[in-house]
């Protein structure tokens, strides 16, 4: 079905299903295709993600679309994974000296490197199938990989209140989905912040502030 603007193409069912990894059959993730120009996110849930999950790097989530046929079978299949971990966004701050210090140590400012609180999405990969595939909810028209950010956002903001604190999400996005992002409430890391170095450092810093940040 397309969408009124005759520009999308809209799925009627979507009922997203939640699993951890150490849930699902490998055969069911060996399944999994993010389209041949995303190899990286199909090595990773097909290789490494269960090395992640054993060593502390990052736990990863599979989000499967569970639908109930009219025999009342239920089809299933991975719509998108995406994996979390914690982190912290350094940050410099600049602190005004008193006149006597600013005169005995030449300088008016002290620089202290601080840190914002933050889990990481360090992965986040959609099947080929629902990539640019948009669902009807409540009204909102939106893609499907949209709608699963928003469950990540939603669950990692519930983890504040009743698991461990934390202010901001974060993470490195490819250059095809930096507008999707930036759409979808997160932000260039600004001038004064300097993540940690990391595999994918080459790619864009951005991060999704849930709390208030003192910077």
Request: glycine share 4%; hydrophobic share 35%; net charge negative.
């Amino acid at each position: 079905m397309l969408s009124d603007l005759g520009e999308y193409e809209h799925i009627k069912e979507f009922n997203p299903k939640v699993k951890k990894l150490d849930s699902v059959h490998n055969n069911l993730l060996l399944k999994f295709n993010a389209g041949d120009k995303n190899y990286n996110f199909n090595c990773f849930i097909h290789n490494e993600a269960q090395e992640y999950a054993e060593s502390g790097q990052g736990a990863t989530y599979v989000v499967f679309n569970e639908i109930e046929n009219s025999d009342e079978s239920i089809q299933s299949e991975i719509v998108s994974y995406y994996t979390l971990m914690s982190t912290a966004i350094p940050y410099e701050d600049k602190v005004k000296l008193d006149p006597e210090e600013a005169k005995s140590s030449g300088k008016e400012y002290d620089v202290e490197i601080c840190g914002v609180s933050a889990v990481e999405i360090k992965m986040f990969a959609v099947s080929k199938k629902y990539q640019d595939i948009f669902y009807e909810y409540e009204g909102q028209s939106l893609p499907i990989a949209a709608w699963i950010l928003k469950d990540i956002v939603n669950y990692t903001n519930s983890l504040i209140t009743s698991i461990v604190g934390f202010q901001a999400l974060f993470l490195h996005s490819v250059p095809e989905a930096e507008d999707f992002y930036l759409k979808n409430g997160f932000k260039l890391i600004e001038d004064s912040m300097k993540p940690l170095y990391c595999v994918d450092y080459d790619f864009k810093p951005m991060y999704l502030a849930l709390r208030n940040i003192p910077i």
